[in-house]
Nanobody
Framework: QVQLVESGGGLVQAGGSLRLSCAAS????????MGWFRQAPGKERDFVAA????????YYPNSVKGRVTISRDNPKNTVNLQMNSLKPEDTAIYYC????????????????WGQGTQVTVSS
């Protein structure tokens, strides 16, 4: 049974940084893409970053490129999201997700989801 457990959210001032982590368990993820999405109240779930577990290739939308870094820690089976220069509009629940195969940026194409972690950026 696949489990994804996020941690690291919290309250931070604008301009600050946060590091989110996703602990993955229940199977081998070597052929998987791991993604981070976020959802603000009343909005759709948006793509934030993705990484292919086997190659470590990373993907970002223009909205966060240069401020966000996704990485994986193979021995610990975790995927991390480092977020810098945070803005109030980054406030959302952040979700870790997994799918077999190549990177996709649409949430509905991901098979497994964590419970989410709240990130709040104050102005």
């Amino acid at each position: 049974q696949v489990q994804l457990v996020e941690s690291g959210g919290g309250l931070v001032q604008a301009g600050g940084s946060l590091r989110l982590s996703c602990a993955a368990s229940g199977r081998t993820f070597s052929s998987y893409t791991m993604g981070w999405f976020r959802q603000a109240p009343g909005k759709e779930r948006d793509f934030v970053a993705a990484i292919t577990w086997s190659t470590g290739n990373t993907y970002y939308p223009n909205s966060v490129k240069g401020r966000v870094t996704i990485s994986r820690d193979n021995p610990k089976n975790t995927v991390n999201l480092q977020m810098n220069s945070l803005k109030p509009e980054d406030t959302a629940i952040y979700y870790c997700a997994a799918r077999p195969g190549v990177v996709k940026t649409f949430a509905y194409l991901y098979d497994y989801w964590g419970q989410g972690t709240q990130v709040t950026v104050s102005s």
